[in-house]
Each structure stands twice: as C-alpha cells, then as structure tokens.
C-alpha cells in the first residue's frame, strides 16, 4: 500500500540524516512519481521507478545509473531498498546541490522545493518551483508526516511564508495526537436514531410474521360420528347386571292392566 511505503520511505531518510520534513518531503514526492511502485515506467519507459530513474539518452543517464549500482553490488534493481539506496547516494553525489538544500531547510516548503529541484518534473524551474507539475499533490501527501496543514486547491501560498502546524491524525506517526473530534451534530444523532427505531420496529413485525407462518395448524376438530364400533363420542353405559330382570308374570299382569284400562 502506499501509505505503507510512504512509512518506509519516511524511515528511511530520517536514518540518512534528513530532518523530519525533509524526509517527509522526500518520501511524499515518491509517491507522487510512482505511488512507491518500484517497477512503474516513466516517459515512454525511458524512467524507472519509484523517483522515475530516467535516461535522457538511451544507455546513458539515471536510469543506466541504477542499474550499473544494482550490479556492482550484486542487488535486485527494483527492490525497494536498492532504489531508496541509490536516491541516497544521488543526494550525495551527483545531486548533492539538492540533497545539501534538503539537509539544509527550515521547515517543509523548503524541503519540498528541494525535493522537486532533485526531481525537475514538468512545469518544474529553479525560480518557480511551486510551478512543478502536481505540486499540491505533492504537498499535501506529506503534509501530516511533517505536521503542516495540507492545502486546499491547486494554489499553495507564497513561497516563504511559514508552514502553518496543524494536528496529526493518527497511524503514520506512533507518537502523534489524534486530531480533536468533531462537534456531535445533533439533528443528525436524533435522525439516526429515529432511523434504528423504525428499523427495530420493522425487524420485530417481520420476525413475528415469520413465526405466524411457521407455527404448526392446530389439528382439525372431529365431527361427533353416529354410534359404531369406531367413534370418538362417549361410550353407551352398559346395563346393571347386579338388578334381576323383571319376571314374565310381571309383565303380563302390567299387559293386562293396560287393557282394563282401555276398556273402562
């Protein structure tokens, strides 16, 4: 990841002997040249890598310069290490009017004007260095490693004015502080939670009705069925056997009875 190189890269200058903004500097325009991809091309793939290593004439230039370093110390020429290596040894000797600027400056404008003397990227001039291609870019990529306030368009103030210190987020520097929060809007808290309550709601209906259509049919009420063998109504009572029967001269005399009755 970039912001990973740009930690990396940072280090490393600050182990060279950088002050803080000039290696935030240099490892800002890193980026800026190639995202701290050790393999990107530049300029019709007349440049390489991370700073856009290039030759001016084929066979003959920064690019070639890489290289020729790569092999004589037997190192792979697009590890990262070689070419901050090689970017380091440049600063102290064929580039060494930008790397005494870059161990020399006051503050960040000064090591990023520096920076892009090293580099001469288009649009780049020795009295106009604001005028380099990306400047704000590069700017702004380095801004919280060197704890200055990025700026906010194309422009960037007048060369000399002093940097303005601004708080550091946190992550790319272990030891700085975390910018202040910013004020709690409270529309926008109350909206948010008007939100989680409808969705709650929501939630609850849709879960209730899942569970209505899950839950099992009670069974089917059995119409009572006439007398049988099966049913499901009450059983008969069965007769007391315990009573004697009545005798059959009782019940001719009842017979008899009736018939007097009729007659009267």
């Known amino acids: 990841m970039a912001e990973d190189f740009l930690a990396r890269a940072y280090q490393f200058f600050l182990s060279r002997g950088y002050?803080?903004?000039?290696?935030?500097?240099l490892a800002a325009n890193a980026i800026a040249e190639s995202g701290g991809n050790t393999r990107a091309e530049h300029d019709k793939s007349t440049g390489v890598g991370i700073y856009g290593f290039r030759d001016l004439t084929p066979g003959t230039?920064?690019?070639?310069?890489?290289?020729?370093?790569?092999?004589?110390?037997?190192?792979?020429?697009?590890?990262?290490?070689?070419?901050?290596?090689?970017?380091?040894?440049?600063?102290?000797?064929?580039?060494?009017?930008?790397?005494?600027?870059?161990?020399?400056?006051?503050?960040?404008?000064?090591?990023?004007?520096?920076?892009?003397?090293?580099?001469?990227?288009?649009?780049?001039?020795?009295?106009?260095?604001a005028g380099a291609h990306n400047y704000a870019g590069r700017w702004n990529t380095g801004a919280a490693l060197a704890g200055v306030a990025p700026v906010l368009g194309p422009t960037i103030a007048a060369a000399g004015s002093a940097d303005t210190p601004v708080t550091l987020p946190a992550?790319?520097?272990?030891?700085?502080?975390?910018?202040?929060?910013?004020?709690?809007?409270?529309?926008?808290?109350?909206?948010?939670?008007?939100?989680?309550?409808?969705?709650?709601?929501?939630?609850k209906g849709g879960l209730a009705a899942m569970a209505a259509e899950e839950a099992p049919a009670a069974p089917p009420v059995q119409p009572a069925r006439a007398g049988g063998l099966l049913q499901a109504s009450a059983p008969v009572p069965l007769p007391d056997f315990t009573k004697p029967p009545p005798s059959l001269p009782d019940f001719l005399e009842m017979l008899s009875q009736q018939r007097l009755t009729r007659r009267a």
């Open 61 to 129: 230039g920064r690019k070639t310069a890489l290289f020729n370093f790569a092999k004589e110390r037997g190192l792979d020429p697009y590890a990262e290490s070689t070419q901050l290596e090689f970017a380091a040894r440049e600063l102290e000797t064929s580039e060494k009017k930008a790397g005494d600027a870059l161990k020399a400056s006051k503050d960040y404008r000064e090591a990023t004007n520096a920076t892009v003397g090293y580099l001469r990227p288009q649009g780049y001039t020795a009295d106009n260095p």
């Open 19 to 25: 002050p803080p903004h000039a290696a935030a500097a």
């Open 171 to 203: 992550g790319l520097l272990a030891s700085s502080t975390p910018a202040p929060a910013s004020p709690i809007d409270g529309a926008k808290v109350d909206k948010e939670k008007e939100e989680a309550a409808e969705y709650a709601a929501l939630t």
